[in-house]
């Protein structure tokens, strides 16, 4: 017979337990600059609340840090400990900060999300050009390229591209330009009669077209914030 | 003898496929060539009653696919126009049995005995449409003069362009002609239906045959006749017309490309005027 018993805390039966909990911790941003410099915030900091932080566990964001200011690490580490903190773990950016904070006996945060290498080249490859026309239900994605169809798209197709969208004929679907985050992407379109268009994610259904521009040949493109129609030249 | 598939598909319900096929097909046979129909809405058997030979099918599609009977047993002969013969579909089998092997099993056996084979497709796009316009060679699209049936013309053809055996083997693509059915001139002049010019500019296909509303069609339906086989009624001169045409333009092997609406309709038009449809090229004249 199985008696089901609440989960018993760490005894001498099991010496260990790894827990998942969520504490709360006081995060200390460093900026990019000399150790003398921090010594100078921290003691204008701390100037009034001396005690209040001492045996404090403190998590180092030194995200802010470029690889050439690894060395600078271990001494602001030693600093803060001086002034009773006590670094437990950080967060940065660079290969070389994370190795010599890993050095200075810190843990690593673990990270919620992938870090993104915003630097990244913008890949860009030939056209994608399309001959027949677009027909309802079809979807087309023209992947780090432009699109270019040489004919019209019918209600109900999809046109999507990471570049920009050309449509030698009726555009009479949705146009999605700009897909990988490129602000600088155009829709052009001989005769424009789309259902929905979007540059970089921000999108315009046909219901909230400026006027003017139904059957009209059309370039729209993202200026401050909001998309722009103009004429095509 | 290598036959030409034509496949008869809309997207949309109702708007004339099953008496396109009767009648298209009646036409063909008409001008001397042998024809088969095919029915391929199985389970919604349809074209037997339009053709009039209901009474007469013994076994369908599935029985010659089975092997439960040969092809010379499954298909019926018309009475009245030589050299056209139906072949049935069960109306009693699960759709799922139509399998492409079934279906290519069929259609070697029907290529070696007709000239056109036309496949009447059912509505929608599932199994029973893309099973229907898989072995095609030359699709008819038929639409309505109103917008759902134009949008699911479109969307059929997007279809046919991905999935029928020449796309899929990279032969050349199936040469589409669309048939606009239920036509009224009055109505597209007062605004409630869509002109022949919106049509086009929207499905930018070779427009084979435009055939008017008319009481006869429904007429024809009910005695289970083919449209086409009255020559005297609007219907039957526009399907009559439209073999005429659909025979030229295959004949001297004219390219498909997707020309502009008024040269599709020029086209049309020159085939109309061989036959001298007098009543017809005065009402079409003006939409050209």
């Known amino acids: 017979m199985t008696i089901s018993m609440p989960r018993p805390a760490a005894s001498t039966d099991t010496p260990l337990r790894l827990r998942g909990k969520v504490h709360p911790f006081l995060t200390v941003e460093i900026a990019d600059v000399a150790v003398q410099e921090l010594d100078k915030a921290l003691t204008a900091r701390l100037a009034s609340t001396a005690g209040l932080f001492r045996h404090t566990p403190a998590i180092l964001d030194l995200t802010a840090l470029p690889a050439s200011s690894a060395p600078r690490v271990a001494d602001a580490v030693a600093l803060l400990r001086q002034r009773g903190l006590v670094p437990a773990a950080f967060k940065a950016n660079s290969a070389e900060v994370e190795q010599a904070a890993l050095a200075s006996g810190l843990g690593r945060v673990m990270e919620a999300e992938p870090r993104q290498n915003l630097s990244a080249e913008r890949i860009r490859r030939p056209p994608v050009i399309v001959s027949e026309p677009v027909r309802s239900g079809q979807r087309i994605y023209a992947a780090e390229a432009d699109l270019i169809v040489l004919h019209s798209v019918s209600p109900g197709a999809q046109l999507l591209a990471d570049g920009c969208i050309h449509v030698y004929g009726t555009l009479r679907g949705s146009a999605s330009a700009g897909l990988g985050d490129d602000a600088s992407a155009r829709i052009f379109a001989k005769i424009f009669d789309a259902e929905l268009v979007s540059i970089a994610g921000l999108y315009l259904g046909a219901d909230d077209f400026p006027a003017g521009w139904a059957k009209r040949p059309a370039q729209i493109s993202l200026a401050d914030g909001a998309l722009r129609f103009g004429p095509l030249p | ?288």
């Open chain 2, 1 to 288: 003898m290598s036959a030409t598939v034509i496949t008869v598909t809309s997207g949309k319900g109702g708007v004339g496929k099953t008496t396109t096929t009767a009648a298209f097909g009646a036409a063909l046979a008409l001008e001397g060539h042998r024809v088969c129909v095919v029915d391929f809405d199985m389970g919604l058997r349809n074209l037997d009653l339009v053709m009039g030979v209901e009474k007469r099918v013994v076994y369908d599609f599935l029985h010659v696919a089975h092997g439960t009977a040969n092809l010379s047993q499954a298909l019926v002969r018309d009475k009245r126009v030589p050299n056209l013969f139906l072949l049935a579909t069960s109306q009693t089998a699960d759709k799922e049995e139509l399998t492409h092997e079934a279906i290519d099993h069929v259609m070697n056996l029907l290529r070696g005995e007709f000239d056109y084979i036309l496949c009447d497709s059912p509505a929608g796009i599932e199994h029973g449409a893309m099973m229907a316009l898989h072995h095609a060679d030359h699709a008819i699209v038929v639409c309505n003069p109103e917008m759902t049936s134009v949008r699911d013309a479109d969307r059929i053809m997007g279809y046919i362009a991905a999935r029928s055996r020449r796309a899929q083997a990279g032969l050349s693509p199936v040469r589409e002609h669309l048939v606009v059915t239920r036509y009224s001139e009055e109505r597209v002049r007062k605004g409630e239906m869509l002109s022949l010019e919106t049509i086009q500019d929207i499905l930018v296909m070779p427009l084979l045959a435009v055939v008017p509303e008319s009481d006869s069609v429904l007429r024809s339906s009910n005695a289970g006749r083919p449209a086409s086989l009255d020559g005297k009624t609007d219907a039957g001169r526009a399907y009559r017309a439209a073999a005429k045409s659909f025979l030229a333009e295959t004949r001297h092997g004219i390219a498909q490309s997707y020309r502009a609406p008024q040269m599709a309709g020029a086209g049309f038009l020159s085939a109309l005027t061989e036959t001298a449809q007098r009543g017809l090229l005065r009402r079409l004249f003006r939409h050209a």
